[in-house]
């Protein structure tokens, strides 16, 4: 997949060309002032093709394996639900 950078004010009159880039398989990314802001990919049909596309953006990491279990950060003590102590505590 390549990569191209273009500043904003080329991209308001280029953005036609760099649509059509993006939808043969190129990214763009955005630059304001030579620091990228935005990126413009490809649309991807499924959830693995999305998740590769971000990956080699390198907007996210990800090794493919399955999450762990986290265990609760708290507990609700009590008859009390979760939406009793909120509107409670909103009170």
């Known amino acids: 997949m390549t990569e191209r950078r ?7 009159s280029k953005l036609s ?8 398989g190129a990214t763009i990314v955005v630059t304001e002032r030579g620091r990228a802001v935005a990126r413009l990919i490809p649309d991807a049909t499924s959830v693995q093709d999305r998740l590769a596309a971000l990956t080699n953006a390198g907007a996210v ?25 909120i509107s409670e505590n909103r009170e």
């Open 61 to 85: 990491q990800w090794s493919g394996r399955r999450l762990a279990r986290t265990k609760p950060v708290a507990r609700v003590r009590g008859k009390r639900t979760v939406a009793d102590l």
């Open 6 to 12: 273009i500043g904003i004010r080329e991209l308001k």
């Open 17 to 24: 060309e760099c649509v059509r880039e993006a939808k043969d």
